[in-house]
């Protein structure tokens, strides 16, 4: 089992930049499959980025792609999602998942769930 805690998340105007955390417990963190999802109000909740056991494979959604960049360090049991050239559609909160199976893009995918992040983004 893994617990996961996001960090990072606030108030930034259009064309800034955030860099989200999610720090996981337990020593067997390099195993997972880990992604970034988000939930905006009165939408279903969205992939946004995942990244393989060992990081070497990554995904992105189309409307982040060339803005966002997932990586993680697992000496740190920690994943990072860096978003550049932040939109105000970007505005969600933003969850963190693992999975010990294959990178998928659907929440049912993923076992294990942070608590969100908010991140707004004004225009």
């Known amino acids: 089992q893994v617990q996961l805690v996001e960090s990072g998340g606030g108030l930034v105007q259009a064309g800034g930049s955030l860099r989200l955390s999610c720090a996981a417990s337990?020593?067997?963190?390099?195993?997972?499959?880990m992604g970034w999802f988000r939930q905006a109000p009165g939408k279903e909740r969205e992939f946004v980025a995942a990244?393989?056991?060992?990081?070497?494979?990554?995904d992105y959604a189309d409307s982040v792609k060339g803005r966002f960049t997932i990586s993680r360090d697992n000496a740190k049991n920690t994943v990072y999602l860096q978003m550049n050239s932040l939109k105000p559609e970007d505005t969600a909160v933003y969850y963190c998942?693992?999975?010990?199976?294959?990178?998928?893009?659907?929440?049912?995918?993923?076992?294990?769930w942070g608590q969100g992040t908010q991140v707004t983004v004004s225009s």
């Open positions: 337990g020593r067997t963190f390099s195993s997972y499959v």
């Open positions: 990244i393989s056991w060992s990081g070497g494979g990554t």
């Open positions: 998942a693992a999975t010990i199976g294959r990178p998928g893009q659907k929440p049912y995918e993923y076992d294990y």
